[in-house]
């Protein structure tokens, strides 16, 4: 019989901001445990684009899958991040494609058109929305992430939708969620206007334009998300991870805030987009092997 001594990955010592290049639970696993301050991510929605690369998230044949595969990879971001670390999350929700296995473009909106489409889960109906935000947030409150609060992204030039029959969706949520009970939150650092003029405590309904940026897929961040998130949860020299980097955003506002970022990519066209964008990411940039 052949044995086989198999060893396991060697960690990255985390030193300066870098890129990792590869599946981000695959990265993930290279990263030290209780090693980033500060968590803030939006990965790609369930059923919304095809990014046209293997090992992709977003287009798991059933809702099941794809929340599966994210608590399985922020199940290792609990490892990652220290005890008193943050979570913010963005995540889109959807509604159901009636088994149609395409969607047809929108007159105002082109980049909706889609060749491939999940089914209806199980349990919806045609026209459903699929309530997506919650359901992970609540599969990430059982795998042991505290829920401490949703945050409601109001657009207000939010995209334009060819519907007659419901409202324009002109929000997003955003979750704040922590790995223990105690956690590391400076709220004099974002704390906002209020209608009598003074300062008071941050609301849970933030007003923030989308911005896009030139080259990037089209669901950036918009920087004014990511700060008050970065402020709030850490500290300078601090380090700030986010699994599903894109354009590099995150790593942008870590740059004019005096903090340290790790970005995971899957996709090498966006990895090249962040490293140009990042004065500290030109010569970090790690490759993980699959």
């Known amino acids: 019989m052949k044995r086989i001594k198999i060893r396991p990955p060697q960690k990255i010592s985390l030193d300066d901001s870098l890129i990792l290049e590869g599946d981000a639970l695959q990265a993930l696993s290279l990263l030290p445990s209780n090693s980033v301050q500060c968590v803030v991510t939006s990965p790609p929605y369930w059923g919304l684009r095809d990014y046209h690369i293997g090992g992709q998230i977003g287009l798991e044949k059933t809702l099941p899958q794809f929340l599966n595969h994210l ?108 790995k223990s009970e105690r956690y590391y939150y400076d709220y004099e650092a974002v704390k906002e206007i209020g209608s009598n003029g003074k300062l008071r405590n941050r609301r849970s309904v933030w007003n923030i334009h989308t911005q896009a940026f030139p080259g990037a897929h089209f669901a950036t961040f918009p920087p004014s998300l990511i700060e008050p998130c970065i402020m709030a949860s850490s500290k300078p020299d601090d380090f700030v991870l986010d699994p599903f980097f894109g354009s590099g955003t995150v790593g942008a506002v870590c740059e004019e805030q005096q903090r340290m970022y790790v970005g995971i990519e899957l996709n090498p066209k966006y990895v090249a987009l962040a490293a140009n964008r990042l004065s500290a990411a030109q010569e970090s940039i790690i490759r993980v092997a699959v």
Do not use: C
């Open 71 to 178: 608590v399985a990879i922020f199940n290792e971001v609990k490892r990652v991040i220290r005890d008193d670390g943050t979570l913010w999350l963005n995540i889109g929700d959807g509604y159901t494609s009636g088994n149609r296995g395409y969607r047809a473009t929108d007159k105002k909106n082109p980049a909706r058109a889609m060749a491939i489409r999940p089914d209806t889960p199980d349990g919806l109906k045609p026209k459903d929305l699929q309530g997506i935000p919650w359901r992970l947030a609540f599969a990430l409150q059982d795998d042991g992430w505290y829920l401490r609060s949703d945050i409601v992204w109001h657009k207000p030039n939010a995209m334009p939708e060819s519907v007659k029959d419901r409202p324009t969706r002109a929000h997003e949520y955003l979750f704040m969620l922590t």
